[in-house]
């Protein structure tokens, strides 16, 4: 019988299943790729640094004499995986059979394992294409630069009637991963958050205020400039001397920290955190969708257990799905939401928490999640 366009056969090799004692298991990925030629160049792309964090060119398979494309790993016993295959880049993404972006694969390590997967189709080779979509008016800044980091694209999206209603001022939403946030021909995986449309749908409606909402690129520096260190404190630097800066001489804004939001999602939930956390001056509000709290070698709650000084004014909004990598982030939120009790901050007054077990760590969750926020900071009183 022909295996279907993508799939997925595990064949476990002989042996016990591992024990969860720290052991680590070894994990096999091979691809058959039957239109690909020889010469052709197959990665493997995923959650785990070993699978590149999401960095689709980073891991490549080599080609074995079965015409197999394969890389072996060893991960610690009940590790839990996702991923995905590309040519390189995510506009080669491998495809379904019926020509559509699939679902990331997942994987719980528990024994030894070779993963077989049949790809037939490719994003590229198969015309796939992503039509750009924004609802209202939106202004691109290219190339902003800043100290020590890389230059990046600053999209900015005015909420309706900004250009007729000359004499308003506007709070304002600023958020990591820009190219994410509008538009699904600039995205991740060609899904967005769909925050225009659904900013423009509660100010219209009348259920928030109308708000500026500004969308800062991401570099191939992400996972640094999105984490405590250098590159972080640059990043930083730069969200707070340079884009704020320029938005507000730039825009008409409600430029004090009252009327001045961050948010993210995942690492960029973090750095939303830490923006906030850091610099109280300059922000008041923080939305941190399925934040990197803690996980690996990353943890940023052991910075906040440290704090001494006074209470913060400030007003969080944290969330977090069920599936997959979420998992492995759960106990990072879960010790930030103890550590702000301790610290005498009130749930339901001073933070939130929203969890819906049943969402993926993905665009798509997190678009249907960002009306929370939106009402919470920007809701009409």
């Known amino acids: 019988m022909k295996e279907s366009l993508l799939s997925c056969l595990l064949v476990f090799c002989a042996g016990s299943v591992a024990s969860a004692n720290g052991q680590e298991v070894s994990v096999t990925f091979q691809v058959s790729a039957p239109t690909l030629k020889d010469s052709s160049a197959v990665y493997i792309v995923g959650d785990h640094t070993k699978l590149g964090n999401w960095d689709p060119s980073a891991v490549p398979l080599k080609k074995d004499k079965n ?60 015309g796939y294409q992503i039509t750009s979509q924004i609802t209202g008016t939106v202004v691109y800044h290219r190339e902003m630069k800043g100290e ?40 991740f995986l060609g899904i967005d958050w769909q925050i225009d449309e659904t900013a ?56 004090d920290r009252q009327h001045t939001a961050i948010a993210g999602s995942s690492m960029g939930g973090i750095i939303s955190f830490m923006l906030l956390w850091e610099h109280t001056d300059i922000f008041s509000k923080a939305a941190c969708f399925s934040p990197a709290f803690r996980i690996d070698n990353l943890d940023y709650t052991a910075a906040v257990e440290q704090y001494t000084g006074p209470k913060k004014d400030v007003k969080i909004y944290i969330d977090n799905g069920g599936l997959g990598l ?9 010790e930030m939401l103890a550590m702000l009790k301790r610290k005498g901050y009130e749930e339901n007054r001073d933070f939130c928490w929203f969890v819906d077990k049943e969402a993926e760590h993905n665009e798509a969750a997190w678009a249907r999640r960002a009306w929370r926020p939106l009402k919470l900071f920007f809701g009409k009183k």
């Not at 309706?160 to 994410?180: C, F, I, S, V």
């Not at 800062?216 to 730069?238: H, I, L, V, W």
């Open 200 to 255: 423009d749908s509660l100010i219209r409606t009348g259920q928030i205020e109308p708000l500026i909402i500004v969308g800062m690129y991401n570099t191939p520096d992400r996972t640094a400039e999105y984490s405590p260190g250098p590159k972080g404190e640059a990043y930083m630097q730069f969200v707070v001397e340079t884009v704020k800066p320029f938005i507000d001489r730039t825009y008409r804004t409600l430029p």
């Open 148 to 187: 020590r980091i890389r230059p990046r694209n600053i999209i900015v999206w005015l909420p309706p009637h900004y250009e007729k209603d000359t004499d308003r001022r506007y709070p304002a939403l600023y958020m990591h991963d820009g190219q994410n946030i509008l538009d699904p021909a600039t995205s």
């Open 67 to 126: 015409g197999m494309w394969m890389i072996a790993f060893h991960f610690p016993f009940g590790t839990q995986l996702e991923y995905k295959f590309t040519k390189g880049s995510w506009g080669t993404e491998a495809l379904t059979e019926n020509g559509e972006i699939p679902p990331n694969n997942r994987l719980h390590v528990q024994q030894d394992t070779t993963i077989t997967t049949v790809i037939e189709h490719w994003k590229d080779a198969f």
């Open 326 to 334: 979420e998992t492995r982030l759960q106990p990072g939120v879960d």
